[in-house]
């Protein structure tokens, strides 16, 4: 049996999976920090007919050798954390992170999450949270006579109620910081989780330690580049029609010998 009829399906199975990336990609192009993935390949294992080095004649070495590979694997997929463009909204509870860090979320069992997703809101009992409800994590609480909510670029959070007076400051906003952010588990809704792989966070006030500094009044837009991605888009549609070409001629070349018996 002719080796490319498997060789080519696994070239096209893993353009498959660049294909579903890739839709992935696109269809967050307008969630709120939002980081794009790319997919990473590896050759499979190769049949070695004749290695490198050996000896052709007496005190004579090949210089090359004769393997013939079996195709392509995916090896993973990769979050590329670069930083996505800040769109000011004017919302004085819309945060962006300019630079590295993740806001802290806590779920309604007490586990932690994590999130570049500074769209908050106040729920009824004046606390920062999620769209979906969840709590900012240490919490902040506004209270409900506010009439100003100041966020500095290093955290801090300060109102100014209807009595009037000075600021108040009513609590700190911490930034965790990841030594591999890439190893992150994303979970939908704009959250990751902590693993091995990540490493342990580091807790710091916004501009310490490596974090970025906070803007309020921002968002920041997904990293998506809807220009690469169509052409990605288009090179994995190429190269799937290409192997698809190899199984054809591969099949072809079997047509023909069967035909020597004719």
């Known amino acids: 049996m002719i ?34 993935s790319q997919v990473d390949f ?24 004769m393997q013939i590979g079996s195709g392509v694997r995916i090896a993973g997929t990769t979050k590329i954390f670069s930083a996505g463009t800040l769109d000011h909204t004017e919302n004085p509870l819309d945060i962006a992170i300019e630079g590295e860090g993740f806001f802290q979320i806590t779920l ?26 969840f709590l900012l994590e240490p919490p902040i609480v506004i209270p409900q006579d506010a009439v100003n909510i100041s966020i500095g670029s290093d955290g ?4 100014v109620t209807s009595a009037g007076g000075s600021p108040t400051v009513v609590g700190t906003i911490q930034i965790a910081r990841f030594p591999n952010p890439a190893g992150l588990l994303s979970e939908g809704r704009n959250l990751f989780s902590e693993t091995a792989a990540s490493g342990t966070p580091t807790l710091s006030m ?26 990605n888009l288009i090179l994995a549609q190429r190269a799937y029609e290409f192997n698809t070409k190899a199984i054809k001629v591969a099949d072809e070349m079997l047509a023909s010998t069967n035909s020597l018996s004719r």
């Open 3 to 36: 080796k490319a009829f498997f060789t080519s399906a696994t070239g096209m199975n893993a353009m498959q999976t660049v294909i579903d990336n890739t839709a992935n990609n696109l269809a967050n192009v307008n969630t709120t920090g939002f980081k794009r």
């Open 42 to 65: 590896q050759d499979l294992i190769y049949v070695t007919h004749r290695q490198p080095g050996t000896e052709g004649a007496q005190g004579f070495e090949l210089p090359t050798g």
């Open 108 to 133: 309604p069992n007490g586990q932690i999450r994590y999130t570049r997703d500074g769209a908050f809101r106040l729920n009824a009992a004046g606390n920062l949270v999620t769209s979906d409800g």
């Open 156 to 159: 801090t959070v300060s109102v």
């Open 206 to 231: 916004p501009g310490q330690n490596g974090t970025g500094l906070l803007r309020q009044g921002f968002l920041e837009r997904s990293n998506v580049e809807v220009v690469r991605e169509l052409v």
